[in-house]
């Protein structure tokens, strides 16, 4: 008998363990698919013992997978790479608010979520990128683009390239612009730059900096990330590009550049809440941050991380930029009314 209850304890050991060896497991869903990643995750596996498990999607599939999954969702952690749809995730209850005092001491208020009833936090930004506009540094003045409001001015009729007004990173720059105006000034303001338009809004980011270099437009809107891109580019193209182009960040004198965030929330269904806040806490950390930003050329935001990343200092000169501090929930919360605006107006 006593021998059969050793033997019992044993196998209830062994089988603890391995359950224990269960619970180290990250089971991250992300829509960041960076060169940059992997040693990101190794760092965090090495520190803490904690395999990661990544599912990666883009943010609409990710959101439309944990909605199907529901509660028996495998899903941690979620990375999201825009404001607007972490705002959306958050909405549609797919997130857990924590209280983490590492990263509400790192992260600033203005970029994480609003907190809820019981004072945790929905999601948390990990790194910036600034909606910049380039333009034809021998055609335009740098006065004449040097904020939001002057791209409707009709001294730069005929002069715009803009992506769609509908995609993600323009809602989030006209929900903010929404916060800082109203939205009567919004709507005159978004019908002007269709008046503006050198052409309907076509392509990416990337095709707006294009279209100004080759003289289809004088004036375009984009991520300060895909300009970061093409000057860092191995190919002499895109550093071709970026020769006859110049960036401004809007509204240095005013409310500062719009930002938009790559961030993270914890799943709602999470099995593993306090593995899920240990790897938050980590990506606030100086070494993670420096992965996280780096990783798409885009600002640390954790309090005391500087980057070294030469296009990003060679496009603020080497200092900083006033950038606004409206919270980005905010932002969020203006876009069902910006997307009727857009529709009023003719803004495909």
């Not at 439309?64 to 952690?77: H, N």
């Not at 019908?191 to 990337?206: C, E, I, L, S, Y």
């Not at 900083?320 to 997307?339: C, D, L, M």
Request: proline content about 5%.
């Amino acid at each position: 008998m006593k021998k059969h209850v050793a033997l019992a304890v044993v196998a209830a050991s062994l089988f603890g363990g391995v359950a224990s060896a269960q619970q180290q497991v990250l089971n991250l869903y992300s829509a960041r698919h960076y060169s940059t990643d992997e040693a990101l995750y190794n760092d965090f596996t090495k520190a803490t013992g904690i395999k990661i498990n990544r599912v990666d999607a883009d943010d609409a599939g990710i959101i439309a997978r944990l909605k199907a999954e529901g509660a028996a969702s495998p899903a941690d952690v979620i990375l999201l790479v825009d404001a607007a749809r972490l705002w959306r995730g958050e909405q549609d209850g797919l997130f857990l608010p924590i209280k983490s005092k590492v990263l509400e001491d790192a992260i600033p208020a203005s970029l994480h979520g609003a907190a809820a009833a019981d004072g945790g936090i929905p999601w948390y930004g990990f790194s910036t990128r600034a909606r910049v506009i380039v333009y034809d540094k021998v055609k335009v003045r740098r006065e004449d683009v040097d904020t939001y409001e002057k791209l409707a001015d009709p001294k730069n009729k005929g002069k715009l390239c803009i992506r769609s007004g509908s995609h993600p990173y323009n809602l989030s720059l006209f929900g903010a612009v929404m916060e800082h105006i109203g939205p009567e000034k919004t709507e005159a303001w978004l019908k002007g730059m269709v008046d503006n338009m050198a052409r309907p809004p076509k392509g990416g980011d990337t095709d707006q900096i294009k279209g100004v270099a080759s003289g289809e437009c004088q004036i375009a809107v984009t991520n300060s990330y895909y300009l970061a891109r093409m000057m860092r580019s191995n190919a002499p193209e895109d550093r071709a590009v970026t020769e006859h182009v110049a960036v401004v960040f809007p509204n240095q004198q005013s409310w500062g550049t719009h930002v938009n965030i790559a961030g993270a929330a914890v799943a709602k269904h999470t099995k593993h809440p306090d593995v899920a806040i240990k790897f938050m806490e980590y990506l606030a950390s100086p070494s993670a941050q420096q992965y996280f930003a780096n990783g798409n050329n885009e600002w640390p935001v954790a309090k005391g991380v500087t980057t070294n990343n030469p296009a990003l200092k060679s496009m603020t000169g080497g200092g900083t930029f006033k950038y606004e501090t409206i919270p980005i929930s905010a932002v969020g919360a203006n876009q069902v009314k910006v997307q009727q605006m857009l529709d009023r107006v003719g803004f495909k």
